[in-house]
């Protein structure tokens, strides 16, 4: 019994400092992680399972991340079977029942915004990899963030009864920032001539984003969603790029370059390579991080 | 006795932890009820329960309108995640091959290696469901179908069931979680044809360290020719006490270095009772490394893994005791999103007079190498190139197979 004692004793010194019970708040995404950071401010303590440097497709499942949801009051996930092919075994495995799914510290962010690409007919896996329940790639748009951003206040809120009003204050705040700079940049689109508001993608990464910017993707350079691009598809890519006028490539830092590149040469073009996400470990805002996509991708429509 | 009190105790924390689990679903960043409060809340938690018990004669149509009503709605949007996994391969061999591993092509000409159908979904906010079943050409096999507790309190975990016991680090998987084609030879001569498995329970507990600690128990039947083969195998003498069960114990340790290479350690045990006489007994023991050099955000997600597993057997047989032991050890390497290759050695040593393979009298030495095509993440193709010394013939047996995995349905998420 003593021994069982010394041992939890030595244990609580690997809790951290200051033990006000803060809301343990884990994220799969880095934007999502910033999100629930800065609405959340002192009351949350947030761990994003995700680096910004991996496909959230494909993240490793380490078992250290079963740790953090063991551990965790409340999941927030991007949804859309985005995370469907690493994130259930570390559910099942963390033996928590707060953050299974349907549990009341459990927010899918999608339902809280309008879907693209919903496939209208029977999804075949002969088309790619296609998500049942639509494109799960909104979390690059400033219009679906600003309502992930309210919905986190409201989810928080329900966890955290009494920090509720604080939640809703920053919600709002932070809300009212995303929509100004929404309009800014999409006005600064709209100054261009149409054909220089068409891009070429690497995967169907952006149909938000472009939704939000105004802009039309001419092409894919992958053939199917997850299918690698194979010779006849580049080429095809190519002339609908030449026949277009379309001379912007916009990808993220996870995707094979030398492809995009190379296309972009052959018609004096530029590629545009998007951060995934927030870079919380840098000290990144969630409005620097989407300056830096929605500037990236104008500069280089601009020039 | 002592295992009894052990085994009544673990029983005890987990029926006492299904009924405190749901009441244990409070955020610690709020402030939890006062005691009296707290109070008064149950025992109006236990007259609602009281109340919804079913009156002893419910009227029929009563009945039949609540099942009408709420049933289908709820049925519609509900998803079960299932998928098939077709593996067939060509093969060709120089001579037997003497293969052991219940799935792998063990003949020159077309082998089918089995369709697998897997079955995982939440039962409800407590339960989730786990099924593999396996079609072979001829017939069905239930490999696993198993509960699996999600929320119990103090990091722990209940499973129940048919299930794969954590025996090392393949022993968990199926063949389409493999890099190689057929299943290590220390597997099947050890574990089993379809490895360690068996009808059980297992309590499993995650320790509060800041690194990732879990142990494992479980007790599961000790007889099965597939497996359980160095226990009661094919000769099921039946339950007499206590110790006529397989006992399996396992600790797995997980060190990440940095964000780039991940290290899985993990130690095994299993005992249990053997069929070549009364009161004699089999243990094995097992170590298992897992390194891994994974740079995140590779555009072509890039890997280099290492796996080295590891067993000793001790059998009680009449008049001795038989030691051996056996292990392999491979390197693969994921190139691009689409290719991989792989190689692998095996060692596994063999006793003259050994009564379950009374023609492996001594070692044997298995090098394979395997290159992999993934046309999609759902498609892989397979080439791979085995040379089996076995020390009792004259001759090498040389082989090629050409393997094709199909998968369809739901996308099966990987493990680490």
Known sequence: ?303 | MRIRTVIGTCVMLCLTGISRGALAQEVPGSPGPEDADRRALEEALGADRAAARPPAAMPPAAMQTASTTVAPTAAGGISLDLSFILDVAGAWYSQDPATIGGHDPNRTGFNFQGLELAIQSNVDPYFRFVGTMVFSQFGVEVEEAYGQTLSLPGGLQVRAGQMLTRFGRINGTHPHQWSFVDQPLVVGKFLGSEGSRGLGAELSWLTPLPWFLEVSASMTDAAGECCARSFLGGRDLGIHGIGDFLYTAAIRQFFPFGRDWSLLWGLSGQWGPNASGHGNRTEIYGTDLYLRYRPAGHPERMALSWTVEGFYRARQVPGTSLRDYGGYAQMVWQITRRWETGVRYEFVSGLPGDPLDPEWTDHRQRAAVQATFYPSHDSRIRLQGNGDWMAWRQKPVLGAILNLELAVGAHGAHTF
Not at chain 1, 1 to 16: D, N
Not at chain 1, 36 to 57: C, I, M, N, T, Y
Not at chain 1, 74 to 98: H, K, M, S, T, Y
Not at chain 1, 193 to 221: C, D, N
């Open chain 1, 1 to 303: 019994m003593r021994a069982t004692l010394v041992f939890l004793g030595m244990l609580s010194f690997l809790a951290p400092e200051g033990a006000v019970a803060r809301l343990r708040v884990a994220a799969t995404l880095p934007t999502l992680g910033a999100v629930v950071k800065e609405v959340g401010g002192d009351r949350v303590e947030v761990s994003v399972l995700a680096s910004p440097e991996e496909d959230p497709h494909y993240v490793d499942p380490r078992p250290n991340l079963i740790l953090v949801l063991n551990r965790a009051d409340a999941l927030v996930v991007n949804g859309l079977d985005l995370e469907v092919g690493w994130l259930p075994p570390l559910q099942a495995q963390a033996r928590n029942g707060r953050i299974q799914t349907g549990a009341p510290g459990y927010l899918d962010a999608s339902t809280l915004i309008p879907r693209l690409d919903v496939p209208t007919t029977p999804v075949d896996r002969a088309q790619g990899d296609i998500h049942p329940g639509g494109n799960p790639h909104y979390l690059f748009d400033a219009r679906s963030l600003e309502r992930v951003v309210r919905g986190v206040g409201e989810f928080l809120g329900r966890l955290d009864p009494e920090g509720a009003p604080e939640y809703g204050r920053r919600a709002e705040t932070l809300a009212g920032s995303l929509e100004a700079f929404q309009r800014e940049q999409a006005a600064r689109i709209a100054a261009l001539p149409v054909e220089k508001r068409r891009v070429v993608s690497y995967h169907r990464s952006f149909p938000y984003l472009y939704q939000w910017l105004g802009l039309e993707e001419v092409a894919t350079i992958e053939p199917r969603p997850g299918i690698p691009p194979d010779p006849g598809h580049v080429a095809r890519v190519l002339a609908t790029m030449k026949a277009t006028g379309a001379r912007v490539i916009v990808q993220e830092t996870w995707q094979p370059r030398n492809t995009s590149q190379t296309l972009a040469r052959l018609v004096g073009g530029t590629v545009v390579v998007l951060p995934g996400g927030v870079d919380l470990s840098r000290g990144e805002s969630l409005l620097d991080h989407l300056r830096q996509v929605a500037g990236g991708v104008i500069h280089a429509l601009q020039h």
